[in-house]
């Protein structure tokens, strides 16, 4: 599998459609997919980084501007239609078809999207603007309140939307911290430690107008101020100074590649409602935050309205003030509904998305990973005396049975449920438990409606392409003969009359 990245970063646009591009291409590169980036040649780029971490880099070359580009438009350093013909020319050059090209830039819309779509066999749009047209077969847009009437007359009748926060873009690098993030918040007694933090350019440099605030405030003297700035910030040598006067012990890093544990160790954080605010959401990390630019605006007001952080109007002394005394007060509801905001899932959700097969009836399948809103189905599905029939436990659980496994299966990084759909259809569930060998136990079944369809077919075809160097086990009683032979159709081994195993894909 080939997939290309067209984002770029700079100290205007900031470092945020490289990080989340980033977090999509570890994900794929984890799939067996080769992932290339393609990115405008910015002072601040941030190509050099890609390429040491071992993403080819197809470099764009800046032309002029025309006179008619206003907005985002300004931030793509030349034309769309020379975008499109040096990316054009790039893919021509790979002689092969890439199976995704995922776009995540406010500079570009339909009228790049749709000449490229000859060339590729599916293009993904990460977008959280809502603001121009796009020709493509995805779009994602992360934002907590987004809904499709947002897209309804923006995207061709085709597109697949997934919107909201169950597909956040999270770096796989946090899905480790999570449990240990949530005993340390409900031990939380008092401010020790506070992350700073304004994201990769920080141009109004609001890290050093905030650090100046916080000398003033009611913060006490032995209170460890944790400073975070990015490649592009311009700002280091006034911002170091400030430090070394603090009363603070104030730690300043730049370009830092621990940020989990950072957010993981800190009490509270003070931030942006960019794309760092999901990551603080997940480790349930109480923050101040404010609208720091145009596209953060629907952020900040879905923070707000869901109560995950304090949002400030603005960067004031009174504000800022007030703003540390709101979050000691309403430290543990902060917390909570922060996590419960982000299960962390997101990134496999969108990455699962561009992968399809078909059925027997020609209609394309996809695997999606299931969210809080799927539990009604799946316990709709496993009361059916026809699933019944061959699971362990002939018994169908009762609803606060099911609700309770099913809400700690989605917290449990060693359990992965899937819905598999045809378009808004749902057809059926797959269900893997990581085995102390490694190794995936699965559990398939269809909805009655959907049966002898090929649908499980694709669903094991399915789980092979999401992953393809895990061992997979299967435990199928004696008298289904049904699914004895679809594992055996699979290339599943039979090891035991009743159990079935297959080695890496």
Not at 474 to 481: C, D, G, H, P
Request: proline content about 4%; charged content about 20%; aromatic content about 8%.
């Amino acid at each position: 599998m080939l997939v290309l990245i067209r984002a770029d970063a700079s100290p205007i646009i900031g470092t945020g459609h490289i990080a989340r591009s980033l977090s999509l291409a570890e994900l794929y590169k984890s799939l067996g997919a080769e992932v290339k980036f393609i990115c405008k040649n910015f002072t601040g780029s941030l190509i050099t980084q890609l390429e040491t971490l071992g993403y080819p880099v197809e470099r764009l070359s800046i032309s002029e501007q025309s006179p008619s580009q206003t907005g985002y438009a300004q931030w793509l350093g030349g034309t769309q239609e020379d975008d499109l013909e040096q990316t054009r020319q790039f893919i021509h050059s790979l002689n092969c078809r890439p199976d995704l090209l995922i776009v995540d830039n406010y500079s570009l819309n339909k009228v790049w999207e749709t000449p490229l779509s000859d060339y590729v066999e599916k293009i993904m749009v990460v977008d959280d603007l809502a603001n121009r047209y796009h020709d493509c077969d995805i779009l994602v847009d992360q934002s907590p309140q987004r809904s499709e009437a947002d897209y309804q007359d923006l995207v061709m009748p085709h597109c697949q939307l997934l919107l909201g926060s169950d597909f956040s873009i999270l770096n796989p690098s946090y899905l480790t911290y999570r449990q240990q993030a949530s005993f340390k918040r409900r031990s939380y007694s008092s401010i020790n430690r506070l992350l700073l933090n304004f994201g990769g350019s920080d141009l109004d440099n609001l890290t050093l107008r905030s650090l100046q605030l916080l000398e003033k405030s009611q913060l006490a003297d032995d209170v460890v101020l944790d400073v975070v700035v990015g490649a592009a910030y311009q700002q280091i040598a006034s911002l170091n100074l400030a430090a070394q006067s603090s009363r603070f012990h104030v730690e300043v890093n730049q370009a830092v590649k621990d940020m989990p544990q950072r957010q993981l160790a800190a009490d509270i954080a003070i931030g942006a409602a960019g794309g760092s605010a999901w990551e603080r959401c997940y480790l349930g990390l109480p923050t101040i935050c404010f609208c720091m630019a145009e596209n953060q605006r629907g952020n900040t007001a879905a923070m707000d309205a869901k109560a995950v952080a304090v949002v400030i109007p603005e960067l004031t002394q009174q504000e800022l003030d007030q703003a540390l005394v709101t979050v000691d007060k309403r430290y543990q509801s902060l917390s909570a509904a922060a996590q419960a905001l982000i299960d962390g899932h997101g990134t496999e959700r969108i990455a699962f998305a561009a992968l399809t097969t078909s059925n027997n009836k020609g209609r394309a399948v996809k695997l999606q990973r299931a969210v809080h809103g799927d539990a009604e189905q799946l316990y709709q599905w496993q009361s059916l005396p026809q699933t019944r029939q061959y699971a362990n436990s002939p018994e169908a659980p009762l609803w606060p049975e099911h609700l309770s496994w099913f809400e700690q299966a989605l917290d449990n990084s060693d359990e992965y449920i899937f819905l598999a759909k045809s378009g808004k259809t749902a057809l059926g569930s797959v269900r893997l438990t990581r085995q102390a060998n490694q190794s995936m136990l699965i559990s398939i079944y269809c909805a009655p409606a959907y049966y002898r369809q090929g649908n499980a077919y694709a669903m094991l075809r399915l789980i092979r392409m999401c992953f393809p160097t895990v061992k997979l086990e299967a435990q199928v009683k004696e008298n289904n003969y049904a699914s004895q032979n679809l594992f055996k159709k699979s290339g599943f081994q039979q090891v035991k009359p009743d159990y079935w195993i297959q080695e890496q894909g």
